[in-house]
């Protein structure tokens, strides 16, 4: 079946201990997003890729860094995580057309900072 | 600016019809999506209203109203399994989502 994988479900890290989260997809899809959601609130769009164009948003902090080496894989990289970056990590994708508007999710990583 | 608003909270009894509503201010619209996520889980598509009116898919509808920036996700026949979020997002002008804050919603038996 065709779908958005993510790796690890769940990890764990120091406080200020780099880590790298994965995301994969069989979808063919142009677009890939990384969101940031935390309990009970809204998920917030950190970057996102059209190809290999690459899209920041303004209130990302420069913490959060983004790699794309191909259209299957996307990798969010969290170079100094601190305890507010504690949150569920998700990946989306989205088909490069423009009358197809849904976004397909990963399960998402939840990201502990100790 | 784009602003969505959503009940932070509701309750239903199991059976019964709930109707969550969503309303919304943005300078440019491509439509309007729910998604359904469970505690711990990533959301799963709902449906999608682009047109003005109603949009049924089994035991779950959508409406939009775009002169009056109002959404409602309509739940029938309540089952336990539907205790969720249910968030309400609109795409804005570049195609990017602008998320609602959710609806948790509680089914009691």
């Known amino acids: 079946d065709a779908m958005v994988i993510q790796n690890p479900r769940y990890q764990v890290t120091q406080f200020g201990k780099p880590v790298t989260l994965s995301c994969s997809q069989t979808l063919n899809h142009n677009v890939m997003y990384w969101y940031q959601q935390k309990s009970s609130q809204a998920p917030k769009l950190l970057f996102h890729y059209y190809d290999k164009d690459f899209n920041n948003e303004a209130d990302t902090p420069d913490n959060f860094q983004s790699r794309r080496p191909n259209t299957s894989f996307c990798f969010l990289d969290i170079r100094s995580p601190g305890l507010g970056d504690a949150a569920m990590y998700l990946c989306a994708t989205k088909s490069g057309e423009r009358e197809v508007n849904e976004q397909f999710f990963g399960p998402g990583t939840r990201l502990t900072v100790l | 600016g784009q602003n969505i608003d959503q009940p932070t909270e509701m309750t239903a009894t199991e059976g019964a019809i709930v109707q969550i509503n969503c309303t919304y201010q943005?300078?440019?619209?491509?439509?309007l999506f729910w998604y359904q996520q469970h505690a711990g889980e990533a959301p799963t598509f709902l449906s999608y209203?682009?047109l003005d009116g109603l949009e049924e898919k089994g035991r779950f509808s959508s409406f939009l109203s775009r002169s009056k920036g109002y959404s409602y996700l309509l739940l029938k026949e309540l089952q336990m399994k539907d205790s969720a979020s249910y968030l309400c997002a609109l795409m804005d002008s570049n195609y990017q989502l602008i998320w609602g804050a959710g609806t948790k919603l509680i089914i009691k038996p």
């Open positions: 943005t300078s440019g619209f491509n439509g």
């Open positions: 209203n682009v």
